[in-house]
């Protein structure tokens, strides 16, 4: 079965740092990749996604992502965090594709960030 | 584009009370889920559905959970009698897509969710 893990419950940074935010994933086939940012009281907004090729990908808010196929991880990264960084991320992995239909995505369990002045 | 609307935002019940939450979709997409986020955890997915059809209720508590999306347009998610442990955000989805051949590649549009407290 599809999975995805993030070892971290929280990640504080100083603003103006790097910041990573570390993903784990399990998948059977080809992984489909997702960072996903809640801000609070707030639904779910799409950051990034592997699908293929660059293993290097750039998403919204300046925020990007390494696929790392060896080591089987997807690190969400910033290189200046900010303030209004602060939130829960979530990586999620595409789950098997089911006959007929779209398939759902799989959460880890969130990391929250925060990005102190 | 306009976004997936959810209703109500917050909701306070006693346990063995019953709600509803309802959804609407972006328009012209086929595909919904439903999904519970719990405090401190991920979403998980409870249903999905393809037009008014279930493809995937496999997490969806049957006993006290219900949902249905009759014109395969809104949908409604119903929890009854509710419990403490039911107490978390539902959240709708849909997906991403561009054309109706287009299975997408598995990014979601969510609402603000619906914010259920049980006391």
């Known amino acids: 079965a599809q999975s995805v893990a993030q070892p971290e419950d929280q990640v504080n940074v100083a603003e103006g740092n790097p910041l990573t935010v570390k993903c784990t994933y399990s998948?059977?086939?080809?992984?489909?990749l997702f960072w996903y940012v809640q801000y609070p009281n707030r639904g779910l907004q799409f950051l990034l996604k592997?699908?293929?090729?660059?293993?290097l990908v750039k998403g919204s808010y300046g925020f990007e992502a390494e696929f790392n196929k060896s080591q089987t991880s997807f690190h969400l990264k910033k290189p200046s965090a900010l303030v209004s960084d602060s939130a829960l991320y979530f990586c999620a992995v595409r789950d098997q594709l089911v006959t007929g239909g779209y398939n759902k995505l799989i959460f880890g369990a969130g990391t929250r960030l925060a990005v102190h002045p | 584009e306009a976004g997936v609307a959810q209703s109500p935002r917050y909701k306070i019940i006693e346990k063995r009370q019953s709600v509803a939450f309802w959804c609407n979709p972006i328009s012209g997409h086929a595909t919904l889920y439903w999904y519970q986020q719990i405090l401190g955890q991920g979403p998980k997915l409870l249903i999905q559905f393809q037009n008014n059809g279930v493809v995937d209720d496999s997490q969806l508590p049957k006993d006290r959970f219900s949902a249905e999306r009759l014109k395969g347009v809104d949908s409604t998610l119903k929890i009854q009698p509710a419990k403490l442990e039911d107490s978390a955000v539902y959240l709708c989805?849909?997906?991403?897509?561009?054309?109706?051949?287009?299975?997408?590649?598995?990014?979601?549009?969510f609402g603000e969710g619906s914010r259920l407290t049980v006391l």
């Open positions: 998948v059977s086939g080809n992984p489909y």
């Open positions: 989805a849909s997906p991403k897509i561009s054309s109706q051949y287009d299975y997408g590649t598995g990014e979601l549009f």
């Open positions: 592997y699908i293929t090729g660059d293993n």
